[in-house]
T-cell receptor
Framework: EPEVTQTPSHQVTQMGQEVILRCVPISNHLYFYWYRQILGQKVEFLVSFYNNEISEKSEIFDDQFSVERPDGSNFTLKIRSTKLEDSAMYFC?????????????FGPGTRLTVL | KNQVEQSPQSLIILEGKNCTLQCNYTVSPFSNLRWYKQDTGRGPVSLTIMTFSENTKSNGRYTATLDADTKQSSLHITASQLSDSASYICVVSALGYTNAGKSTFGDGTTLTVKP
């Protein structure tokens, strides 16, 4: 069964460093998403991406964040200068299309720890 | 501000019993409501997706209801199994470019099924 994969599973970094979280969406999916979940809190939407452009983004997704689809398979989230409060689980997701009934598939997440 | 409130926060039931989880939302303009199951340390898995015109939708032992007038939804689990132990998250999306974007997540209900 096709699945969304994410690497690494756990990333530890020093405050101020740049990190890149990687995701491989399901191969024929066209819409991609990033979410984060701070420990003990609810999942929060960050950004959606289609046709090599950001479709929507939340208030959390400020200039420190960027997304990219550098090739035909990877979808990355970059945090330029990490802060302590960026420590969270980051989930990637993908859908075949943008319509309502397109099931959204989530990856297993990357746990980011900023020291 | 868009909000999704879930109740109860946690629930313990015996294997084989039924249970109902609640979700109230204030998301506008409403696009769709999704229920997800999230195992600890894993990404959410889609259970049901409903638009405003749908009152009920089933997926195996899971049945979701939606009252768009009162902005309430419920998820009913029948004949619970030990593997149903997880967090159940209600997610409401506002109309946007992608119908899974601009999502507001609830805090989830933690369900524990005991033998």
């Amino acid at each position: 069964e096709p699945e969304v994969t994410q690497t690494p599973s756990h990333q530890v970094t020093q405050m101020g460093q740049e990190v890149i979280l990687r995701c491989v969406p399901i191969s024929n999916h066209l819409y991609f998403y990033w979410y984060r979940q701070i420990l003990g809190q609810k999942v929060e939407f960050l950004v959606s991406f289609y046709n090599n452009e950001i479709s929507e983004k939340s208030e959390i997704f400020d200039d420190q964040f960027s997304v990219e689809r550098p090739d035909g398979s990877n979808f990355t989230l970059k945090i330029r200068s990490t802060k302590l409060e960026d420590s969270a689980m980051y989930f990637c997701a993908s859908t075949l299309a943008g319509g309502t009934y397109n099931e959204q598939f989530f990856g297993p997440g990357t746990r980011l720890t900023v020291l | 501000k868009n909000q999704v409130e879930q109740s109860p926060q946690s629930l313990i039931i015996l294997e084989g019993k039924n249970c109902t989880l609640q979700c109230n939302y204030t998301v506008s303009p409403f696009s769709n409501l999704r229920w997800y199951k999230q195992d600890t340390g894993r990404g959410p898995v889609s259970l049901t997706i409903m638009t405003f015109s749908e009152n009920t939708k089933s997926n195996g032992r899971y049945t979701a209801t939606l009252d768009a007038d009162t902005k309430q939804s419920s998820l009913h689990i029948t004949a619970s199994q030990l593997s149903d132990s997880a967090s159940y998250i209600c997610v409401v999306s506002a109309l946007g470019y992608t119908n899974a974007g601009k999502s507001t997540f609830g805090d989830g209900t933690t369900l524990t099924v005991k033998p």
